[in-house]
């Protein structure tokens, strides 16, 4: 992964630490969000749901369930 990308992942991952337990999270859209949402799979079971700004990004939330 490039040094780039690391920095985005890490970014996503901390900003998970905004994200309320029992909300409904809004995304964008763009690579470092990618990463957010990869991120945002792992405390699904603590948000009420998310929704998306385009397409790309509403597909990866739907692959994550």
């Given at each position: 992964?490039?040094?780039s990308d690391e920095m985005k992942?890490?970014?996503?991952e901390?900003?998970?630490e905004y994200v309320e337990n029992g909300t409904i999270v809004g995304?964008?859209?763009g690579s470092t969000?990618?990463?957010f949402i990869d991120a945002l799979a792992t405390k699904k079971d603590d948000i009420?749901?998310?929704v998306s700004s385009?397409?790309?990004?509403t597909a990866r939330l739907?692959?994550?369930g």
């Open positions: 992964m490039a040094a992942k890490a970014a996503a901390a900003a998970l995304v964008g859209t969000v990618n990463f009420e749901g998310a385009s397409e790309e990004s739907k692959a994550h």
